[in-house]
């Protein structure tokens, strides 16, 4: 049962809090605190929900994910946007199918796991091959 | 002008001078080539007579060579009688055309020559230059002679008998009038062709004149029009001529330099300004002239009205076709309200430069406000959940404020500048949903407080706005209406259409505003509270409402009838035209 | 049945949820429901069958040369573009992204045609960008109803507003609301 979570943010505080909320709902938290260290991650085998900040030095979200799409590594997860940026600009064009959901800062950390859960039972859902 | 007005004047008379002098020539010309005919005519007559007389005196002797007279009878020869033989003259006429007279004496014996009745003039006398010439000379006579009155060529040879003295004459001559018939006809042909020559000549030049006149008057026209034109022109417009005289300026011109055309004209510079500055325009002057183009160059002048301006000077010269300078021209363009223009459009940009800084700058602080917030947020209600000791819990609730309302304060922040820096496009709305969209927002802080929020705007009611800015305009209303309502109290929500105006209202039955506060909760980061200490509100809703209501080209404003008896607040939206007035629904 | 009633959503990021908490309101109705969602080939049936655990009807994906049944909800698979033909038969065919995207709401939406034979609706939810703009102005302009999700509970206000602001849309709603609406309509 996957109950992986990643948290990729170059904000200490906000992993730091993503964290504790994500022990007191039982979820194993992944941190990242750059796109580049997300994809280590993803390369060593992660797979799960992903909360993605979009501002990030260097590398920021929507590329990430367009890397993450690029090598092959998204299948298997769902991405979900962690954000101060109340809308997303034109750069998501193009990835809406990858993006799950969007979430802006502050969130509520009852809905967040809420959501993290409802994501992880999707991702969970047993998928037989002739039902595609 | 003054050129042309001589030029008019002299020309045409000129040429009217030189066409009659030339027609004067032609019939001059005319008359000597036709004397000199006539003359060669006469000689020619003479001749022919002096031939004439030589047949007459050949015919004669034919029939003898002597004359004598005998009992009043003149015999030629033997027997031949003169007198009465018309047949010798009429032979002379048959053979030359002159007519032939035989004298006795002085009077005519043997003739054709006719009386006025047509009979032969026998009888008639021998008078004139001819009669002396024969009778008292002994000669012979050639030339004009007049007979019964009428003009002959003439010949006339005394006839002597044979002693020698002269007994009569012989004649032969042919009117002049008839010779010179064909001559005066020929005359008369010439005459008239050089007649119509000669008036077709003045005709032409007349012609020429009134053509020319005419044009003279659509070139005095075009010089009208064209000096009215440039009195139009709004611009100072001038010539000079190579010397540096004025030539040509405008009404504009004049107001600028503060004088009249009489004085400008003809005039340099040096005549109309003080020295130095009369100088330092001929130099430029100079300058112009010797190089091609225009040059442009900007200058502060003072006009002869005192006020001082910027504008821009073209001047060109302008030569003649062998390259020769004839002058310059000269246009002054007013550009003070140009340069104040640009001036303000570059204080406009350097303002919206400006705001679009601050745009980004909010944008940034928001993102970044949120950042911090986010731990706060997420750990906050997680503490509190954990903490059972009851100071602590009101610590943290205390926390959880401050917290909110930095949040609140970010948000609203950025939705100011977000409302002001976008006009939106005004589409058809329903402002019922727009409202109850709002209320859902505001549900919580309504109920929190017992606050009844009633909706009675027609849901029919469409208005021209953004859906998205009127329905923060109203959260942002009923969010303070729920502040201040009376605990439990209601809020009223209505709409009246008034053509293509709605005017809508939002009420609350609680505190209410004194008349000083009025006008002023409208204004940023103000608070009715002036201790500003309800933490719950940041001051900016009704600002941010002040400015989406601009946003639709309406108003909005506060009544209250007094402090604790409500507040409304109105505003007004343009409707979409769709319907006629609608009243509001129900009003409790 | 003789009547088609059909209502087309498109819907891109915030989907999931959305569509999960509309369908929890809606009873099963008489009309087919047919979902453009935004989304890869991988997790089109994971999101299928989590709608399925909440919604009252039936959810599959699309099949080509499918016919779409009353009272069954049916979602464009991902990797294809999905039209209908006869406003009731699936046709899936692979090709360029529309409006960036691959399914796209424009298309299936663009797809359906006079004559309606029965009722049609057309909704755009949650999403970023615009597709559906022009589907949902095309399903106003043939006779349908349109509703666009509003801005407050929409998670990106982007397909809907720009839906709202083509001017062809009826009822900008939450979904609650929009569950209610599709109740009264299709009943």
Not at chain 1, 81 to 105: A, I, R
Not at chain 2, 450 to 473: F, M, R, Y
Request: charged residues 25%; glycine residues 8%.
């Amino acid at each position: 049962m996957n109950k992986k979570i990643m948290i990729v943010d170059d904000n200490e505080y906000v992993r730091a809090s993503v964290d504790i909320i994500c022990e007191s709902g039982r979820l194993e938290l992944t941190s990242a605190a750059s796109g580049m260290e997300c994809l280590e991650h993803l390369e060593q085998g992660f797979r799960g929900v992903i909360l993605m900040d979009i501002m990030m030095p260097e590398m920021d979200g929507w590329d990430t994910i367009r890397e993450m799409v690029g090598r092959g590594l998204y299948e298997g997860n769902i991405v979900v946007m962690l954000t101060g940026m109340g809308e997303p600009d034109s750069k998501m064009d193009g990835l809406q199918e990858y993006v799950s959901d969007y979430m802006t800062k502050p969130f509520n950390p009852d809905e967040l796991l809420d959501s993290l859960e409802y994501y992880l039972t999707l991702l969970n859902t047993p998928v037989d091959d002739h039902e595609r | 002008m003054n050129h042309l007005k001589m030029a008019t004047e002299k020309v045409p008379i000129l040429l009217l001078i030189t066409a009659v002098a030339i027609a004067f020539v032609m019939m001059v010309a005319n008359r000597l080539v036709l004397e000199q005919i006539r003359e060669e005519a006469v000689r020619q007559a003479t001749r022919q007579q002096e031939s004439s007389m030589a047949a007459f005196w050949e015919q004669a002797s034919r029939r003898g060579n002597l004359f004598h007279i005998e009992d009043g009878r003149m015999i030629l020869g033997d027997y031949y009688v003169l007198n009465g033989s018309n047949e010798i003259p009429d032979r002379i006429f048959h053979i030359t055309g002159s007519r032939a007279t035989i004298f006795m004496g002085d009077t005519r014996i043997a003739t054709n020559v006719m009386k006025a009745d047509g009979t032969r003039a026998i009888g008639t006398k021998l008078t004139g230059p001819a009669y002396d010439t024969v009778f008292r000379q002994g000669m012979r006579y050639r030339g004009s002679a007049d007979i019964l009155g009428i003009p002959y060529f003439t010949a006339y040879d005394p006839v002597r008998d044979a002693s020698g003295k002269v007994i009569g004459a012989l004649f032969v001559g042919v009117k002049q009038s008839e010779y010179l018939a064909r001559y005066k006809g020929i005359a008369l042909k010439i005459t008239a062709i050089n007649g119509t020559l000669a008036a077709i000549f003045v005709l032409f030049a007349v012609l020429l004149i009134l053509n020319r006149r005419q044009s003279e008057r659509e070139i005095r026209t075009q010089l009208l029009f064209q000096q009215h034109l440039l009195d139009t022109i709004p611009s100072p417009i001038f010539s000079k001529d190579a010397l540096g005289r004025y030539t040509l300026c405008n009404k504009a011109f004049q107001s600028y330099v503060g004088l009249t055309r009489e004085e400008l004209i003809g005039k340099s510079v040096f005549e109309l300004w003080p020295e130095e500055l009369a100088q330092r325009y001929y130099d430029m002057d100079r300058e112009i002239m010797e190089a091609t183009g225009t040059q442009i160059y900007e200058s502060q002048v003072c006009y002869a009205d005192g006020s001082l301006r910027d504008v821009m000077f073209h001047k060109a010269s302008f030569r003649d076709e062998h390259g020769t300078p004839g002058g310059l021209v000269g246009v002054i363009l007013d550009i003070t309200e140009r340069k104040a223009a640009e001036k303000e459009r570059s204080l406009m940009e350097a303002q919206r430069h400006r705001s679009r800084m601050m745009e980004s700058l909010m944008i940034q602080l928001n993102h970044d406000l949120n950042t911090p917030l986010t731990p706060l947020f997420a750990l906050l209600p997680m503490i509190r959940r954990k903490v059972e000791d009851a100071g602590v819990d009101r610590m943290l609730e205390i926390c959880q404020q401050c917290v909110n309302q930095i949040q609140g304060l970010a948000g609203k922040s950025f939705d100011l500048v977000r409302i002001s820096s976008e006009r939106p496009r005004l589409l058809p709305v329903n402002l019922a949903v727009a409202a109850d969209s709002a209320m859902g927002d505001v549900a919580e802080a309504l109920a929190e407080r017992g606050v009844i929020c009633c909706n009675a705007i027609d849901p029919e009611l469409k208005v021209l706005g953004s859906a998205e800015q009127l329905t923060l305009l109203f959260k942002n209303l009923l969010s303070n209406a729920a502040r201040y309502a009376a605990q439990n109290g209601k809020v009223v929500l209505s709409a009246t259409g008034w053509e293509d105006e709605v005017v809508v209202s939002v009420r609350d039955d609680g505190v209410g505003l004194d008349r000083e506060h009025l006008n002023l909760i409208f204004d940023e980061f103000y608070k009715a509270d002036s201790a500003r200490h309800d933490l719950t509100t940041q001051g900016l809703g009704l600002a941010i409402c002040k400015r989406i209501v601009t946003n639709h080209d309406g108003r909005i404003w506060a009544e209250s009838p007094g402090p604790g008896l409500g507040t409304t607040i109105f505003f007004t939206l343009k409707g979409d035209g769709s319907g006629d007035a609608f009243p509001a629904l129900y009003d409790i | 049945m003789s009547a088609r009633n059909l209502v087309v959503i498109g819907v891109s990021t915030g989907g999931p949820l959305t569509l999960k908490a509309l369908f929890k309101e809606i009873p099963p109705l008489d009309a087919a429901f047919l979902i453009v969602l935004h989304i890869t080939p991988q997790m089109d049936y994971r999101i299928a069958q989590g709608l399925a655990t909440a919604a009252t009807m039936p959810v599959t994906l699309a099949e080509d040369g499918e016919y779409l049944k009353h009272g069954h909800i049916y979602m464009a698979p991902g990797g294809f573009h999905l039209k209908l033909e006869g406003n009731h038969r699936v046709v899936l065919y692979e090709g360029a992204r529309v409006n960036y995207v691959q399914p796209a709401a424009d298309v299936a939406m663009l797809s359906v045609s006079r004559p309606l034979k029965g009722k049609l609706v057309g909704i755009v939810l949650t999403g970023m960008g615009r597709d559906g703009a022009d589907g949902i102005k095309h399903i106003h302009d043939i006779g349908g109803v349109t509703i666009a999700q509003d801005q407050h509970s929409s998670t990106i206000y982007g397909m809907p507003k720009a839906a709202a602001l083509t001017g062809a849309v009826d009822y900008v709603l939450p979904p609650k609301k929009i569950a209610a609406k599709l109740i009264e309509l299709l009943t």
